[in-house]
């Protein structure tokens, strides 16, 4: 009966917590606007003094986007790793500040501490993948990259394990909310961001076209929606309307066929990422697949009437653009539409206050994460084949037996194909 009691006495006290926690409204983000734009703009209503404070930020952001990428891919990888520590911060900060009151132990420790635990896994996957060559080259490495995945689950075993040990008596619902709170901003967060890494190995037009046509959707939606909207889209997002989904998904569809056409002509942009040894740096120089080579496409019928062309020369890839500009016009936006559900459950304008006009890093990057999902399972679906180099870099870590066996079985497969003669010693 007393343990009963007990847990009666947990649960209704968990409850009372969590239901005044959802009333508890979070402060509203405070107008951090620079001084000099307030003294600038000062004269404008609130309307267009907001146009102009996203307007400015906005070209900042695009020129810091230039800057990175002119940077190369490793400046690129770290910006990343940047971006996603800073919006795992934001969402857990949040839950922190709902249950502050409550003092639970261990939480933002272990939250940490599964990320770092997260980051190692992936991490430690990708150096594998993309720098085999080096991993087999340094014996820590190799050893590390040998046991990789059974560390990684030991150092999350601890984790697990310490937040056993830190939960505390009337606070055991709350804990194990948090705990599936810091593991779900994990999946969303952290997973979702090595996949734009892996992108970026494809070849740097993988990584960017898609982020610019999301950013490029965004500026375009709002646009419209400014001057032109009147119908709103959806109760969650108030200021979302039809005139600026229509409007955003044929401007961006426009663009992505252009930044496309400009890129696929260099191979800085169009070569996958790979570490050379011998340098021990990235480089971006191949061959350019066919998918960046310029054909010749007959126009259907209809739309020839209309244009007067009866064939058009483009790059394969701008195909593929239309998916991608596709995905982040119609169904990227979405992923802002969660992320307002999000901030609307817990009463917030934004997830942080870090970008004046436009909230935190979370708030510019919530479709960002859906896109880059999307991008890698496209490639994975219709672009991407074997990969010779990783082949070749596998095979010459077998054994001299094995390395013969595989030559053999090649050969043999090769003169059975009429590719290769068989010579006497064959026979």
């Not at 009691?5 to 620079?34: F, H, Q, W, Y």
């Not at 046509?213 to 909207?229: P, S």
């Not at 790059?315 to 802002?336: E, K, R, V, W």
Request: proline fraction near 4%; glycine fraction near 6%; include cysteine.
């Amino acid at each position: 009966m007393e343990s009963e009691s007990e847990a009666k006495v947990d649960g209704e006290t968990a409850s009372d917590s969590e239901s005044r926690a959802e009333s508890a409204p979070l402060p509203v983000s405070a107008d951090d606007t620079p001084e000099v734009l307030n003294r600038a703009l000062s004269n404008l209503s609130s309307r267009w003094k907001n146009w102009w404070v996203r307007g400015i930020l906005t070209l900042a952001m695009i020129a810091f986007f230039f800057i990175i990428i002119y940077l190369g891919p490793m400046v690129l990888m770290i910006i990343v790793m940047c971006v996603q520590i800073k919006c795992f911060h934001e969402i857990i900060t949040i839950g922190y500040n709902v249950y502050h009151s409550y003092d639970l132990p261990w939480f933002r420790t272990l939250s940490w501490y599964f990320l770092l635990c997260v980051n190692y896994f992936f991490y430690g996957e990708t150096v594998t993948d993309y720098f085999f060559t080096l991993v087999q080259r340094e014996e820590p490495l190799r050893i590390l990259s040998k046991y990789h995945r059974f560390i990684s689950f030991t150092l999350y075993l601890i984790g697990f394990c310490m937040f056993v040990l830190s939960l505390v008596k009337k606070h055991y619902r709350l804990q194990f909310y948090m705990f599936g709170w810091t593991h779900v901003t994990l999946l969303i967060v952290v997973t979702q961001s090595h996949l734009v890494i892996h992108n970026l190995f494809e070849g740097m037009i993988w990584f960017i076209v898609p982020i610019s046509c999301v950013i490029c959707n965004d500026i375009m939606a709002y646009m419209f929606g400014f001057f032109f909207g009147r119908t709103p889209l959806i109760k969650l997002s108030p200021k979302k309307t039809w005139e600026g989904f229509i409007g955003g998904f044929f401007a961006t569809v426009v663009f992505g066929l252009l930044l496309s056409y400009v890129m696929s002509g260099y191979r800085c942009f169009v070569c996958p990422v790979e570490y050379n040894n011998d340098t021990n740096s990235f480089t971006v120089d191949c061959e350019p697949s066919d998918l960046f080579r310029l054909q010749e496409y007959n126009i259907p019928g209809v739309i020839q009437s209309v244009i007067g062309w009866k064939t058009v020369r483009m790059y394969p890839f701008q195909i593929h653009s239309i998916a991608l500009s596709t995905f982040a016009s119609l169904i990227g936006p979405f992923g802002g539409f969660f992320a307002s559900g999000f901030k609307r459950a817990f009463k917030i304008k934004d997830f942080a206050n870090t970008i004046p006009g436009h909230g935190g890093i979370m708030d510019r990057f919530d479709c960002q994460y859906l896109m880059a999902t999307f991008v890698n399972v496209y490639i994975a679906s219709f672009i991407r084949g074997p990969n010779p180099s990783k082949l070749i870099q596998q095979f010459l870590t077998l054994r001299p037996d094995q390395q013969l066996h595989i030559f053999n079985t090649l050969r043999s497969h090769l003169i059975d194909k009429g590719m290769l003669t068989s010579t006497t010693e064959d026979k």
